[in-house]
């Protein structure tokens, strides 16, 4: 018999879960699994079908189990470790059967909501109506659900939930929350229920770690491994980390810590996803153009690449570590697990896939490090600098003599196709390009001329990636003293 055919223990239903793919799967329930299997929770998740496409027919016929490959670098040491998941206890597919799914608020032991439904998945849809079975936005599931809870316990407080979005979006709990209020006024659920649930904990999350899903072109390799089939097989890097911002005590009803995760539970998230932004998304932006323009195809052939990885450390340590406010330890720590994760040799990251949107990107990741870097500095960063120069050589579409195929916001890319269009590749020339692009308010959210210094630095950077080559450009950069 294959092993996931056999029923796993059963606990308390304590958590329901919006959700049943790959991310949730490598994240949440891994971590309740952790907690189970130190006896420190005891409680399983209800998987509830966001859509009326998933896995929660695949999910009950594994009795909810399924095996967790966790590959990457951890520490300097090869991590290759599976385990076999039981934090499921069943699912449910409300476009089949809506009433099982509103009876789950009729729990008593039903206390967490976990959900990641896509960044648009909390979102307000008119349309929704308390009568639908089900109503199709994910906040009008809760809502509903929410409402049967209130009328089941009589408005009890104690039966309130506390509800951790996983979404990635900025203050998602609190977004969750305004949406959910918006329904409760739009149905007409009544004053008594809006303030029932203000005894309901609507947390702010941010999570991290990538998870590569079903490893398609290794299954028949990895069944002949464990020695079973497993059709919700799921591979995740080693690192994790989930921030959430809440009332502490809410931490001992949910003992990760305890269980030895990387989860932090905070008053104030900001300096987190601060953190996360401008040191793991910051060094994919100021680094992925220049690379790729220099022959490179994805993350890790950067970090095999001594010239490109020396490029990313400068940038990290020495320009964007010290426009952070956290412990100057934690920040080379998290920085440090960036680049063992940048190193990974089970994912292929694409750099082409990093590069969409790249203004955009730059704006938010890289460009308040390098104006935080000038105000405490009084002086330029050079790699966050040299980085703005290769976002500009990359927009003009060619790497190598070839045309590069550019996907993006179709207004930049017109701009761009413009100021390359007016660049001869004379110094005066390239010099008005730079003094142009950082101009413009659309890229940038302000005009970058005030800048002391910034447009003589890229314009330099520009003149020496088109005539020396990249390569030689970021020698240059690398040797120049900040």
């Known amino acids: 018999m294959n092993r996931l055919q056999k029923p796993a223990a059963q606990r308390p239903e304590k958590v329901l879960q919006f959700g049943e793919g790959n991310f949730l799967r490598g994240f949440v329930d891994w971590m309740l699994h952790r907690m189970n299997e130190q006896g420190q929770f005891n409680g399983q998740a209800v998987v509830v079908q966001p859509i009326d496409a998933g896995l929660t027919d695949l999910i009950n016929e594994q009795n909810g189990m399924y095996t967790l490959l966790l590959r990457g670098i951890q520490n300097g040491e090869t991590v290759d470790e599976a385990e076999l998941i039981t934090s499921i206890r069943r699912g449910i597919n409300p476009y089949k059967d809506y009433k099982a799914f ?37 906040p009008a599931k809760l809502t509903a659900l929410l409402h049967k809870r209130f009328k089941a316990f009589h408005g009890d407080p104690a039966k309130a939930l506390v509800i951790l979005p996983c979404e990635l979006i900025d203050r998602n709990g609190d977004q969750l929350k305004s949406i959910v209020y918006q329904y409760a006024r739009k149905w007409k659920l ?20 990538i998870v590569t899903g079903y490893p398609k072109e290794e299954i028949e390799a990895l069944s002949a491994r464990f020695g079973y089939v497993d059709r919700l097989f799921n591979t995740a890097e080693p690192f994790h980390l989930w921030v959430i911002e809440g009332d502490p005590e809410l931490a001992k009803e949910l003992p990760l810590t305890e269980a030895g995760l990387n989860v932090v539970w905070t008053r104030d998230m900001t300096p987190y996803r601060t953190r996360k932004v401008r040191i793991l998304n910051g060094a994919h932006t100021m680094t992925v153009l220049a690379a790729y323009l220099a022959g490179k195809e994805t993350v890790k052939e950067c970090m095999d690449d001594e010239l490109i990885a ?31 994760r940048f190193a990974n040799p089970f994912i292929k990251h694409y750099l082409l896939s990093i590069a969409l949107n790249s203004v955009s990107k730059y704006k938010t990741r890289v460009l308040p490090s390098l104006l935080e870097f000038v105000s405490r500095r009084q002086e330029l960063p050079s790699v966050l600098c040299f980085s703005l120069a290769a976002l500009l050589v990359f927009y003009r579409g060619e790497r190598q003599g070839e045309a590069i195929a550019l996907q993006d916001d179709a207004p930049h890319l017109e701009k761009f196709k413009q100021l390359w269009s007016e660049a001869d590749g004379s110094p005066s020339s390239i010099d008005r390009l730079v003094e142009e692009a950082l101009r413009h308010e659309p890229f940038w959210g302000q005009s970058l001329l005030e800048v002391k210094g910034l447009q003589a630095e890229v314009a330099a950077a520009v003149e020496a990636i088109l005539g020396l080559g990249m390569r030689k450009a970021m020698e240059q950069a690398l040797k120049r003293r900040r």
């Open 310 to 340: 020396a490029y990313m450390q400068k940038g990290l340590f020495e320009e964007i570590i010290p426009t952070l406010d956290l412990p100057e330890e934690e920040l080379k720590s998290y920085a440090n697990s960036v680049l063992e």
């Open 190 to 209: 009544g004053a008594d229920f809006q303030q029932w649930l203000e005894h309901c904990h609507f947390l702010n999350t941010l999570v991290d770690r």
């Open 102 to 138: 509103l009876n789950c608020a009729l729990n008593p032991e039903l206390r967490f909501i976990v959900s990641n439904t896509t960044e648009a998945g909390i979102v307000f849809q008119p349309e929704d109506l308390p009568t639908d079975s089900p109503p199709s936005s994910f």
